[in-house]
């Protein structure tokens, strides 16, 4: 009986299986790899997180700033007064806001502006012409 045939495939399969095992060991070390790097991370913030913590404390709070009205539209307007370089009128905000340059939008933001005044957060230096507060 001839066994060569059953040995070359014998031989065959060994040198896939090893193949398999050895790209199986080099997934193996890359993922611990990137285990190790995924635990020093969680590390380092851990660490941040009790650094910010402990420094808290020591940060004096600033002036409690009255709160803003429940629309979602004021945290925005905010936002485009401390990019601004100067005064802003009701056009200006609404156009960096993205609003359609509409009366009933370009009033709503005046009625918004006017609101700001009223909670001192701006100021309404000429008529119309709003700024941030200093």
């Given at each position: 009986?001839?066994?060569?045939?059953?040995?070359?495939?014998l031989d065959v399969q060994?040198?896939?299986?090893?193949?398999?095992?050895?790209?199986?060991?080099?997934?193996?070390?890359?993922?611990?790899?990137?285990?190790?790097?995924?635990?020093?991370?969680?590390?380092?913030?851990?660490?941040?997180?009790?650094?910010?913590?402990?420094?808290?404390?020591?940060?004096p709070t600033q002036?409690?700033?009255?709160?803003?009205?429940?629309?979602?539209?004021?945290?925005?307007?905010?936002?485009?007064?401390?990019?601004?370089?100067?005064?802003?009128?009701?056009?200006?905000?609404?156009?960096?806001?993205?609003?359609?340059?509409?009366?009933?939008?370009?009033?709503?933001?005046?009625?918004?502006?006017?609101?700001?005044?009223?909670?001192?957060?701006?100021?309404?230096?000429?008529?119309?012409?709003?700024?941030?507060?200093?």
């Amino acid at each position: 009986m001839n066994i060569q045939p059953l040995l070359d495939a014998l031989d065959v399969q060994e040198d896939a299986a090893r193949s398999l095992t050895d790209d199986l060991r080099t997934r193996i070390e890359e993922l611990q790899a990137r285990l190790r790097e995924a635990e020093t991370h969680v590390e380092h913030l851990a660490i941040t997180r009790k650094t910010v913590t402990a420094l808290a404390d020591r940060i004096p709070t600033q002036a409690a700033s009255p709160d803003l009205p429940e629309h979602p539209d004021y945290p925005h307007i905010l936002a485009v007064f401390n990019e601004a370089t100067g005064p802003l009128r009701a056009r200006d905000v609404c156009e960096a806001l993205d609003h359609e340059l509409l009366p009933k939008n370009i009033e709503n933001t005046r009625a918004k502006l006017k609101r700001l005044v009223k909670l001192n957060i701006l100021t309404e230096d000429d008529a119309g012409s709003f700024a941030r507060k200093q």
